[in-house]
């Protein structure tokens, strides 16, 4: 079946651009297109949708409460993961972008990303991943130092005291922008450990993708800031 997707975004001229970019693919289908968070909840609400590209700034409701919502939604029927959510970002709304992850999208993109990223991002999600990949993360964490906490607080926080010391040890690792080879070649574990164990932290802390791992290990001072 069709990857079904909806288009959120108050520019109509933005979502014309994407829809042609995306109704040329066999196995993607524009279902519904919203001009508003808002609007947004409502043609959810009639239409299932697999992938939802939300714009962050828009009238009425923006992206990360439009976010906040479907994930809270989606967690409280329990028949499935739900829609998954990827926000349109531009670096200088880079803070909208880590509050949508906190919120429960699964990734970002910037509105001018190429035809072929875009196409590998939606499917990349529709199969239950993040895209934010590994180096990337290194990049959104130098960006999001602003506004992430700069406190320190204790490490036996009831989150981290669910993990074993390698889980906490991988989560580290995961935090600091490393993909699972290269956790594999620190750890001197081979990849399929290290995928086990990046399975067993998402499961045990209850989170959807790695990019919200890296968000949690600052959020509880396993890493900081610089």
């Known amino acids: 079946m069709p990857i079904r997707v909806m288009l959120v975004d108050d520019q109509e001229l933005l979502r014309t651009g994407f829809r042609m970019v995306l109704q040329s693919q066999p196995?993607?289908?524009?279902?519904?297109?919203?001009?508003?968070g808002l609007a947004a909840l409502e043609a959810l609400a009639a239409t299932p949708v697999d992938v939802i590209l939300m714009d962050v700034r828009m009238p009425r409701m923006d992206g990360v409460e439009?976010?906040?919502?479907?994930?809270?939604?989606?967690?409280?029927?329990?028949?499935?993961?739900?829609?998954?959510?990827?926000?349109l970002t531009t670096f200088d709304l880079d803070?909208?972008?880590?509050?949508a992850l906190k919120a429960g999208a699964s990734g970002f993109l910037l509105k001018d990303v190429p035809p072929a990223e875009l196409v590998a991002a939606i499917h990349a999600v529709a199969?239950?991943?993040?895209?934010?990949?590994?180096?990337?993360?290194?990049r959104m964490i130098d960006r999001f130092a602003t506004v992430l906490p700069s406190s320190q607080p204790p490490l036996d926080t009831p989150e981290l005291a669910?993990?074993?010391?390698?889980?906490?040890?991988?989560?580290?690792?995961?935090?600091q922008g490393?993909?699972?080879?290269?956790?594999?070649?620190?750890?001197?574990l081979s990849e399929a450990t290290v995928?086990?164990?990046v399975g067993r932290i998402l499961t045990k802390l209850q989170l959807r993708d790695r990019v919200q791992a890296v968000v949690l290990a600052y959020e509880t001072g396993l890493v900081r800031p610089g």
Do not use: Q, W
């Not at 199969?127 to 290194?138: D, F, L, S």
């Not at 490393?178 to 001197?188: K, T």
């Open 95 to 99: 803070e909208y972008a880590f509050a």
């Open 162 to 175: 669910r993990l074993t010391d390698r889980e906490r040890e991988v989560l580290l690792l995961i935090a």
């Open 66 to 87: 439009a976010t906040r919502r479907i994930c809270v939604e989606s967690g409280e029927r329990g028949a499935g993961p739900g829609p998954r959510v990827l926000i």
């Open 27 to 36: 196995d993607i289908e524009i279902v519904a297109e919203a001009g508003d």
């Open 178 to 188: 490393m993909s699972n080879g290269e956790i594999a070649d620190r750890l001197v």
């Open 195 to 197: 995928k086990t164990h």
């Open 127 to 138: 199969g239950g991943e993040a895209v934010v990949a590994p180096t990337t993360t290194r």
